[in-house]
């Protein structure tokens, strides 16, 4: 375990460094003055992980480095490799669940373009089964109704649109 006495100094050179003063800091951990004085002069031994909990967010420093300094963690380099490891399989993982979502979303809007084609296909063989109407009145039907949704919408935009969706 860490020497008190050098585990104090350092505990004052961060507070300090943090610009508190130890009224200041025992307003915003709840840990009383006197005991953190004590502690800082090494008369009170290496403190436990629950006051070191509440110190660490005023001192603005890392639980776990306080843990180290205080000696309840080993300071080697296999806490920093594993510290290492786990940190890249994580941003792995999240960048592997964010191309399988990815990859979800555009099957999805691939499969209801799909069925929103195979519902007007269906709808407009069934318009024309029903209506016994001939193919040259079916054509004009249908460049009405592609002219209706240009009047809706603008060349340029429709051009954008279907480019998108090539892309896609």
Request: aromatic share 6%.
């Amino acid at each position: 375990m860490t020497n008190p006495i050098e585990f104090g100094k350092y505990l004052r050179q961060i507070r300090r460094e943090s610009g508190l003063t130890l009224r200041g800091l025992e307003n915003l951990s709840g840990v009383t003055n006197a005991y953190l004085s004590q502690i800082e002069n090494g008369k009170r031994g290496i403190p436990s992980p629950d006051i070191l909990k509440k110190i660490h967010e005023p001192l603005d420093i890392d639980y776990y480095e306080l843990m180290q300094k205080a000696g309840y963690i080993a300071n080697d380099e296999k806490w920093s490799k594993l510290k290492d490891i786990l940190t890249e399989e994580i941003v792995k993982a999240v960048d592997d669940r964010e191309v399988k979502i990815e990859r979800g979303l555009t099957w999805i809007l691939q499969e209801m373009e799909r069925l929103e084609e195979q519902n007007s296909i269906k709808k407009e063989e069934k318009v024309v089964e029903e209506m016994s109407i001939s193919s040259k009145e079916y054509n004009d039907r249908l460049a009405k109704k592609i002219f209706d949704f240009c009047k809706d919408k603008s060349i340029p935009r429709m051009i954008e649109e279907h480019r998108k969706n090539k892309s896609k």
